[in-house]
């Protein structure tokens, strides 16, 4: 995050590894609102519940359901 004085901006870089892929401005006068909201998201992160997560499926389950013919439609072969 840099801070432009003059502009009254400060501009967030996304970086992945050592290149930065992005970059947002944002006026001075939303860094407070933004500042909130992250504070809000953040308290209920560290407040939430676990939620318990469902394994995936194993890869044979899901190709069984891929290939199940019930879920395919089946268009009927007609002789011209």
Do not use: K, Y
């Not at 407070?32 to 469902?54: C, F, K, M, Q, Y």
């Not at 499926?57 to 007609?78: G, S, T, V, Y």
């Amino acid at each position: 995050m840099t801070w432009h004085d003059d502009q009254r901006t400060t501009v967030f870089s996304i970086w992945h590894g050592d290149a930065c892929t992005a970059t947002f401005q944002l006026p001075v006068e939303d860094n407070a609102r933004l500042i909130g909201h992250l504070a809000d998201a953040l308290s209920n992160a560290a407040t939430a519940e676990p939620r318990l997560v469902d394994p995936p499926p194993r890869w044979w389950a899901r190709l069984r359901n891929r290939m199940d013919r019930r879920r395919a439609e089946i268009i009927p072969f007609r002789r011209r």
